[in-house]
């Protein structure tokens, strides 16, 4: 290097230094600023009605004497969401796992079925307790849904069906399934346990597929407490779904499938009516809540978020970052754990993959080189506190104290 260039980078950094320092001090300053939390901010909080809202249902349950076996309330609950959702069929089950388990025998699948390993355990859980052997496909880094794109070279004689699951909310990439289920003769299962109220070019997002399961987990946006419900556009499923539901009772005498308990309670059912009066206005509130998150966080270098294409009605059922750790220069682990300090408990939604978990981990397809971007996404996705009862200054702070880790 000669003097002369020497001399013109000594120069450079003599500028830059005090700038640089100042920045630091400000950060510092920043830091010790941010005050954590009194009290602790989960990841979400069910939505619940006010209490004395809900006791007139009961009471009428307790006078009625009908506790469960597909009573009034969940004949009520089912027409409610059969027209929220515009589907055409709708059957209710005790949870989305038991539905899931349902839709897969009534469609008689067998052998294999290709799957995402980003998902909840249930995804492919509900395809080993039938039997099947779960095939793992890689991911799209955008959606983090299936990628239809390596779909085909997973398709194996015995493959019968594909289970894809619409994680956070955000559609799959519906039209490219169905062409492959067709060219193949597979049928499609969407798990759109996130999904309740998404729509594409306002057709509900259960109109897909052969069949979808929605989840009504007291975590989901719209809940029983537990519950869960499927629904399909061929009517000719729904009586081989309520045998399936009931034991595999055909009426009163014959039993013609082995099936489940799968029931809704009538508890349950009022509890969906007495939650769906509040989910516009919860559903309102996260609108909100999601805008303050995008403005605070979309100028941060490493920070992404999981959107929703212009032609999607979201379910706003999680708000989910991603943290790349050279751009951001902390890992989400780091952001994670630090958020702790300041009691915010976001969530590594879905962490492990199911692939990587001790019992599929074996299975060929589970290995890591064949799902390289699941097994990188996996470790920058965090969902961000996100319900109705946060208030906007406590979303500002949280966006304040992610941003103060960037190093
Ligand atoms: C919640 C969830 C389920 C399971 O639903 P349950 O009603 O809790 O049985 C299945 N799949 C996904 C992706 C989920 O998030």
Redesign the pocket.
Known sequence: MSHQQNATHTKWYAKIQPLTLFAIEFKNEMNKRIKGFKKPIYVTRPLLPPLEKFIPYLREIWGSKRLTNIGKQHQLLEAKLINFLKVPNLTLFN??????LAAIRSLNLSGKVITTPF??P??PHALVWNKIEPIFCDIDEETLNIDPSKIEKLITPDTTGILA?H?FGIPCDIESLQTIADRYNLKIIF?A??AFGTEVNNIGIGNFGDIT?F???A??LFHTA???ALTYKDKKLKPKLKMLRNFGLKNEFEVELPGLNGKMNEIQAALGLAVFKYWKDEYKKRKRIKLIYEENLKDIEGITFIQDKKSTKSSLQYFVIKINRSKFGRSRDYVLEKLKEYNVFPRKY?YPLCSNYQCYKSIKSANVQNLPVANKVVNEVLALPFYGDLKDNEVEKICNIIKSFKS
């Open positions: 949870n989305g796992t038991t539905a899931l998902t909840f249930a995804t699951v994680v798990d346990a996130h399961m989840s009504f987990h975590t989901k537990e519950g869960g879905f």
